[in-house]
């Protein structure tokens, strides 16, 4: 296909997305109305890593170094961490395993094709579901940390959009990647990149601890940058870091996007 249609197929879906994405946001709404536990048993993941971990264990560890050098107690320091790593985990289950399942086997991207949706619309949609599932979680986790009395920063409603934010990137990379697999063994890579990240992005304890060209890598990896705009605007600390953070998360996020576009028109029109 040529003209002017060719640019608007294949450029990031967020910027010229229809109103017609939302009927595959709906498609969801309906697919998971008797599996509403599948989404529901998201959130308590992180809650049990809150409790076991930033209780538990943070009774031993006490107050440890946070935002701007500030002494804070552990829970609160691993809590925006672990809502950080739900943001990013949500995400990728959603714009992997999921996707990869609609795309490869059940050919639901096939069948959708033959109404009027178009390829953008379902990378839109496909991304806007990833994102409704993120936000459930994520007001559901913020809510527990105000029972517990974790961060209490005005600064804390921010966290909502900054996790929305993660999710974003993450999803829209994860659909980018996914879109390469051929096979279920693929996702092992995914996996070798995701445990890493989780267990070292300053997530249990300050990158201080690591080593200097160590510290450099470990911050230029993208979950850092969540763990540590989270981490900000739920202590009230918040530097001119954190445009970095959501510039960073932005980029990500329309990159995959822009990638995903063009992986579907070639694999969904060939």
């Known amino acids: 296909m040529t003209g002017p249609t060719l640019p608007l197929r294949v450029a990031p879906p967020i910027m010229f997305g229809s109103r017609r994405a939302l009927r595959l946001i709906e498609r969801n709404l309906y697919v998971y109305r008797h599996g509403?536990?599948?989404?529901?048993?998201?959130?308590?993941?992180?809650?049990?890593?809150?409790?076991?971990?930033?209780?538990g264990l943070g009774a031993l560890v006490g107050n440890v170094p946070g935002p701007g050098g500030a002494s804070i107690p552990y829970q609160l320091f691993v809590a925006p961490a672990l809502l950080a790593s739900s943001s990013m985990n949500g995400a990728i289950t959603e714009a992997t395993f999921n996707f990869f399942f609609k795309l490869r086997y059940q050919k639901t991207f096939d069948a959708i094709l033959s109404t009027p949706?178009?390829?953008?619309?379902?990378?839109?949609?496909?991304?806007?579901?990833?994102?409704?599932?993120?936000?459930?979680y994520t007001?559901?986790?913020?809510?527990?940390?105000?029972?517990?009395?974790i961060g209490v920063s005005p600064w804390l409603l921010l966290t909502v959009p900054a996790a929305l934010l993660i999710s974003f990137g993450f999803g829209a990379v994860g659909m980018a990647a996914t879109s390469f697999m051929r096979t279920w063994q693929d996702f092992d890579l995914i996996q070798l990149i995701i445990l890493p990240m989780f267990l070292f992005s300053g997530t249990f304890y300050p990158v201080e601890t690591y080593p200097d060209g160590l510290r450099f890598i470990v911050q230029l990896t993208?979950?850092?940058?969540?763990?540590?705009?989270?981490?900000?605007l739920a202590v009230g600390v918040v530097g001119p870091e954190a445009i970095f953070h959501v510039a960073y998360l932005l980029v990500m996020g329309f990159a995959g996007l822009f990638?995903?576009?063009?992986r579907l028109d070639r694999l969904l029109l060939k």
């Not at 509403?36 to 209780?55: A, D, K, R, T």
């Not at 953008?120 to 599932?133: H, S, T, V």
């Open 36 to 55: 509403w536990i599948v989404i529901v048993s998201g959130f308590f993941e992180p809650l049990f890593y809150l409790l076991s971990i930033g209780f």
């Open 117 to 136: 949706l178009s390829v953008a619309d379902i990378a839109l949609g496909e991304m806007g579901w990833g994102l409704i599932r993120g936000a459930l």
């Open 139 to 149: 007001v559901g986790f913020i809510g527990v940390m105000v029972v517990l009395g």
């Open 222 to 232: 993208p979950l850092y940058q969540g763990v540590d705009l989270l981490r900000s």
């Open 259 to 262: 990638v995903v576009s063009r």
